[in-house]
């Protein structure tokens, strides 16, 4: 299943469905050398500082193997993370996974031995059957920086595919993977680090507003895997971006997705036009959740919620 990108041909790619910030030709999202922090026992974690194409990396260490929670955006980032992660590590073995497969999340992979053990989920293994490397050709439009780290870059076949949940045994510590889609893609996956309570949540639970980004996105669903991962009673949340916190981050995204919906139903029965409505639930619920940059998104989860609406 691998797929290389050929940066000769990614430039008259069309846009993707969903809307992406454009940044500046000065962007760099290369992980920083160094700044690993220890958040618990077992769990450690490269902070993104709130940078584009950053993920949140997390290293969970076992006695007998560590896992890394994303792995960055091509090999350069890659191998940043594997350096990071071979200095804390007690046992010879590596598993690799991502809170999703999208690029600055999964592509690291490929600096990793060929003796690293790469787990994804089954709904991950259908995003990449129908989305490949489509977005990563249009990161590298982004700045010469993004272009270089994608240049050569391709998707490393999975190792381990589970349905549904699965954990990992890292010895003294274990770390439950579970489906956490089709929220901000078909393919989310969460991770409770089990005997530290850390919860690594992907773009499913953020400090910042959420990103419908898939065509399976489900508002409806999305709540429902709100209900699930509160009910593990993490006592840290780690998304993968923006900064970490509690258990409130949860409730704080079900507030927000209620009023979403709430909103948008009411203002789709007085039959406003699709505009009118994203317009003033952005403004409403911008009002609400100041701290939150990027409103413009608050218009992509209405719009789900206006598709599954439909009949």
Partial sequence: MSSTILLRVCWC????AMPIILFGQGMDPTIRTGATVQVSDHVYYIPDE???LVPNVGIVVGSDATLVIDSGLGLENGTIVLAEAQALSQGALFYVAATHTHPEHDLGAMAFPENA???RSASQEMDIEEFGMGLA???ATFSARTAALLDGAYIRESDMVFDGEHTLDLGGVHVHLLEAGPAHTRGDLAFLVVEDSVLFTGDVVMNEFPNPMSPTSSIDRWLE???ELEALKPKMVIPCHYPIGGIEMIGNYRRYFLAVKE?????AENDLPRDAIMETVQEEIAAMFGDFHAPQRIRTAVGVVLRERQP
């Fill in 263 to 267: 909103k948008t139903l009411a203002l």
């Fill in 117 to 119: 053990v790469v787990v």
């Fill in 50 to 52: 709130s940078r584009p």
């Fill in 137 to 139: 050709e249009r990161f």
């Fill in 13 to 16: 790619l069309p846009l993707v």
């Fill in 225 to 227: 895997r709100l209900d």
